[in-house]
């Protein structure tokens, strides 16, 4: 189910940015042993971007024009689950900053191993979260009432692993996981519900409108017993995590 996030440009920032000194040390830490063309696939507001132009050759690619408009690099509109407009070999990094879950696999491994030029690094960035936080264990109840129902969501973590698996079969050789210095933002548990009813469907998948209210004032009252109050503000961690896989020099 495909989201476009051109609604959302002018507020990305604000709801979903990540603190200037995180998106240093990811860009830092991105380029770290790499040279040549970054490539920055669903690059959005440029967070990440903004710090990777400013030390690299840069090129951000996104399907929304609006979400491109709110930065000032080198950047073009593009499908990315189509074939990308660069050349065959011309990518020293190719980065999905909280944009590979968005994207078709198959596909994107196809221009991956296209468009990286040997040697090239294939970064996957995520904000994570605690496993035991409120947050992420309302997430987990919410895809596991959705597998209970036979209709399981997407799984982000599979997904990553299952595509670097998949370059490592093509002679890729996997990097080290890097993480960011930790940071906090206050979060209620509240945000999640807030979050998943403003946006179609569940846990990235088509749902019956009723079947996902069902799931939601259910789940909302299970995390009720469990939190307490959900809109009490709450300081929860978080880190930046790089994956990633360097291709066969
Ligand atoms: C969650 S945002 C991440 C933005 C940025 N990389 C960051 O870390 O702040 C995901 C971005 O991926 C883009 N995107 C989603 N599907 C895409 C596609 N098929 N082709 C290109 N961009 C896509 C969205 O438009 C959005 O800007």
Redesign the pocket.
């Given at each position: 189910m495909?989201?476009?996030?051109?609604e959302q440009?002018g507020s990305?920032?604000e709801r979903?940015?990540?603190p200037e000194a995180v998106c240093c040390e990811v860009a830092a830490l991105a380029l770290d042993g790499a040279s040549g063309l970054v490539l920055?696939?669903?690059?959005?507001?440029?967070?990440?971007?903004r710090e990777l132009a400013s030390r690299a050759r840069y090129l951000?690619?996104?399907?929304?024009r609006p979400?491109?408009r709110q930065f000032d690099a080198p950047r073009l509109?593009?499908?990315?689950?189509?074939r990308w407009p660069l050349a065959g070999g011309s990518a020293g990094v190719i980065?999905?900053?909280?944009?590979a879950h968005?994207?078709?696999s198959e596909t994107v491994l196809a221009e991956v191993l296209r468009v990286g030029k040997s040697g090239a690094r294939v970064l996957i960035?995520r904000v994570r979260r605690p496993r035991e936080s409120a947050p992420e264990r309302i997430k987990r109840e919410m895809q596991q009432r959705l597998r209970d129902r036979d209709l399981p969501g997407k799984n982000g973590e599979r997904a990553t692993r299952d595509f670097l698996d998949a370059l490592e079969q093509r002679g890729a050789t996997r990097l080290p996981e890097r993480w960011s210095a930790e940071w906090t933002e206050d979060e209620a548990a509240i945000d999640s519900f807030t979050s998943w009813r403003g946006k179609p469907g569940l846990g990235g998948r088509a749902v019956a409108d009723g079947v996902k209210a069902q799931i939601l004032d259910e789940l909302q009252l299970w995390a009720e017993e469990q939190f307490g109050d959900l809109h009490a503000r709450r300081a929860v961690p978080r880190r930046y995590r790089l994956e990633g896989a360097q291709l066969a020099g």
């Open positions: 495909r989201m476009s996030f051109d440009a990305y920032e979903a940015g990540l920055d696939v669903g690059a959005g507001t440029g967070a990440i971007g951000g690619l996104d399907m929304s979400m491109l509109q593009a499908d990315a689950d189509g980065l999905f900053s909280r944009s968005l994207l078709k960035g």
